[in-house]
């Protein structure tokens, strides 16, 4: 099958956007983008200054009172056409996603399309969240209102595994609640996020301001939250770094929504159908090339069908075909980095330390065309002990944990005992009591019942449980719980 032509082979020197203007950075630190699949760069970028930071913050407060000014239904045009602008920019995107990111072909337009959903659900939100509440007469002559209120300014900080996804989780819901944004995103895919704000300058009812992307990572993130104007920071990446941005958020007295890791389960029970579960694993084991919050690392399997799902998965998981993202016949593709490579070969190496035996060995990979790639084959590991490392952290690759079980309880009992997280646990069963009985009692925020990914759609939440999330608001339309405020007026006219 034929490879998709790249859009750009170099995008050159990015720009940040301020105040509705792509700016060239007067920065004299930069780093290099690179296309995970061939090792070569293909874009450079600025870390932005101090002074290019603090432009970036003026302009998303005043834009504050601007937008504020917009009627809603305007408001909620301009979101519309942003969702059309995403439609036919739709092809355009997949394929710098690929080249970015990584990511299979197929996963891109998966990822596109959730993030036309989730601006589909913000324009809903928009117009059914952000209404208030009255009564009348609460009491003698009294009358009482709830008024919902943007914040303010919001540091939305995207990880390198959903650079596009993560931005649609968090910003046409700010959109709609009216809080100006400015983007921070990953250093190892930036192309993504400058892709996004060509896309979104082209919505001629978003004032200069309103959003707003600079680079730098961690060396900017907190220059941005510490200053006074920015009222919270929604974040999707790591529980370290999460953890630390949650405690920080809290110092300076502000809002936070954090998004971390997950150590996720997929039990497989006697009588499920092991052929269509096989296949679903593929994807919710090594789709994105395991780099995926919500993707599966330990496989829990009845005693009684071990053999087989090991068998079945074992010969799937070794003829899966390994390429660049824009040949469609591709199935799994690079790490996003090198680095990310380097953590997961550490991964392994630890799991072999402790005494987990590798039935299939994926790290001395390389694809022919692409040897300086950053790829991993599929590794899987047996006579895993719950209580070892790779049974109890994530492993963020192409890494799955085959762990036998005897029964359903045993399974609640990992789920719930042998690590700290919570984001996500699946089950494979035909008995619906079974699965009854997981969907309450497994301690997890999102909840499988006979599919790999429990992917919640734009308008649920991404319900993360424990130290996978912190901060009472969650990501897509729980979102707007961190971007609106409360207000209540008492009136009495006599």
Request: some cysteine; charged content about 25%; glycine content about 10%.
């Amino acid at each position: 099958m034929a490879i998709l032509k790249e859009v750009q082979q170099h995008y050159g020197n990015l720009k940040q956007y301020i105040n509705g203007q792509w700016i060239e950075s007067k920065s004299t630190e930069s780093y290099e983008s690179v296309n995970p699949a061939t090792g070569k760069g293909i874009a450079s970028f600025p870390i932005a200054t101090d002074q290019e930071l603090n432009q970036a913050i003026e302009s998303a407060h005043a834009a504050m009172k601007t937008w504020g000014e917009v009627p809603v239904r305007d408001k909620a045009r301009y979101l519309f056409d942003l969702r059309q602008k995403f439609e036919e920019k739709f092809d355009w995107l997949c394929r710098i996603l690929v080249q970015d990111h990584g990511r299979a072909l197929g996963e891109a337009r998966g990822t596109i399309r959730r993030c036309i959903e989730n601006i589909e659900s913000a324009c809903s939100a928009l117009l059914l969240l952000t209404k208030g509440e009255y009564v009348s007469d609460l009491a003698k002559d009294l009358d009482q209102t709830l008024y919902w209120e943007p914040r303010g300014v919001f540091l939305i900080i995207t990880p390198n595994n959903i650079p596009m996804h993560a931005w649609s989780s968090y910003v046409p819901y700010a959109i709609a609640s009216g809080c100006p944004v400015i983007l921070s995103p990953s250093l190892d895919d930036p192309v993504c996020s400058q892709a996004i704000f060509e896309v979104t300058q082209e919505v001629a009812g978003f004032p200069p301001g309103l959003l707003n992307l600079v680079y730098g990572g961690r060396k900017i993130n907190d220059k941005i939250l510490s200053h006074p104007h920015v009222k919270g920071v929604g974040f999707i990446g790591s529980t370290g770094v999460g953890r630390k941005l949650f405690a920080r958020a809290g110092e300076l007295g502000k809002e936070a929504s954090i998004n971390g890791n997950g150590k996720n389960h997929v039990v497989l029970l006697e009588g499920m159908d092991i052929n269509a579960a096989v296949n679903g694993l593929l994807r919710g084991c090594f789709g994105m090339a395991g780099q995926r919050c919500l993707g599966a690392d330990n496989l829990l399997i009845a005693d009684g069908i071990y053999d087989q799902v090991k068998e079945a998965f074992t010969a799937a998981s070794r003829a899966m075909k390994m390429g660049y993202g824009l040949d469609e016949s591709t199935e799994l593709c690079p790490l996003v980095s090198e680095a990310g490579r380097q953590k997961v070969l550490d991964f392994i190496d630890r799991g072999v330390k402790e005494g987990a035996k590798i039935i299939l060995d994926g790290r001395n990979t390389k694809v022919t065309g692409y040897e300086n790639g950053f790829f991993l084959a599929p590794t899987l590991f047996e006579e895993v002990d719950p209580d070892m490392f790779i049974a109890r952290e994530e492993s963020f690759g192409p890494v799955a944990n085959l762990i036998r079980i005897r029964d359903m309880d045993e399974a609640l009992d990992l789920i719930n005992n042998k690590d700290d997280y919570g984001h996500s646990a699946c089950v494979f069963t035909p008995d619906g009591a079974l699965a009854r009985k997981f969907i309450k009692q497994a301690d997890v925020g999102n909840v499988g019942i006979n599919v790999p990914v429990p992917q919640p759609y734009a308008f649920f939440p991404l319900g993360s449980k424990n130290q996978s999330a912190q901060g009472v608001a969650k990501s897509r339309i729980d979102s707007m719980r961190l971007f609106l405020d409360q207000k209540t007026v008492t009136e009495r006219w006599v």
